[in-house]
């Protein structure tokens, strides 16, 4: 079974701290995905990295970072943050290529700053 | 861009009642998934179809792909509590290793 697992359930910073949150997959996947879950947005994605130190901006990048110095890890760091970004954070991992792009996501960190 | 429509997009039905929910675009995909989100956790995938009009069951799920691949169905039979939660489809993007998601259906199976 593919695992992919996240830092933290539950997150709780203040406005304008440095956040970081890690994925972490163990199906040696080559894409890899941050996305937020708000009501009534959907699921929006905020960055994608198809190999090591790869990436592409998302449908909402800013105030965002990642970082992919490793296949299996995937970190997303909000460089100050605003209650703005207070959401349902949810990696996801999948193979590459192919015409078959299943994602498998982690639990989600629910992330709330005051 | 490729866009995928869920409706209804919500539903609310007593235990024991059949639903089918709907998942459709303009454009034509590859492949399809369906995922369900259960409150408070990361989406968890249900299927994939990828030829036009397949049929895939999964116990009380039935999932159909349409014929020209633009448009999928869920339908549930018998649905029970745990059926409950965000079903969600998604599909190849234009952009490689990318999906399209819906914004999905949220189901309320009350006992």
């Known amino acids: 079974d593919v695992k992919v697992t996240q830092s933290s359930r539950y997150l709780v910073k203040r406005t304008g701290e440095k956040v970081f949150l890690e994925c972490v997959q163990d199906?040696?996947?080559?894409?890899m995905f941050w996305y937020r879950q708000d009501p009534g947005l959907g699921l929006r994605l905020i960055y994608f990295?198809?190999?090591?130190?790869?990436?592409e901006k998302g449908d909402i990048p800013e105030g965002y970072s990642v970082s992919r110095e490793k296949k299996e890890r995937f970190s997303l760091i909000l460089e100050s943050a605003s209650t703005n970004q207070t959401s349902m954070y949810l990696c996801?991992?999948?193979?590459?290529?192919?015409?078959?792009?299943?994602?498998?996501f982690g639990p989600g960190t629910r992330l709330t700053v005051t | 861009t490729q866009l995928l429509e869920q409706s209804p997009q919500f539903l609310s039905i007593q235990e024991g009642e059949n639903l089918t929910v709907y998942c459709n675009s303009s454009?034509?995909?590859?492949?399809l998934q369906w995922y369900r989100q259960e409150p408070g956790e990361g989406p968890v995938l249900l299927v994939t179809?990828?030829?036009?009009?397949e049929v895939k069951k999964l116990k009380r799920l039935t999932f159909q792909f349409g014929d020209a691949r633009k448009d999928s169905s869920l339908h549930i039979t018998a649905a029970q509590p745990g059926d409950t939660g965000l079903y969600l489809c998604?599909?190849?993007?234009?952009?490689?290793?990318?999906?399209?998601f819906g914004d999905g259906t949220t189901l309320t199976v009350k006992p």
């Open positions: 996801a991992s999948s193979l590459g290529g192919g015409k078959v792009y299943e994602q498998y």
């Open positions: 199906m040696d996947h080559e894409n």
């Open positions: 990295s198809y190999d090591v130190k790869m990436k």
């Open positions: 454009s034509v995909f590859s492949s």
């Open positions: 179809v990828v030829t036009g009009g």
């Open positions: 998604a599909g190849p993007h234009t952009n490689a290793g990318k999906s399209t």
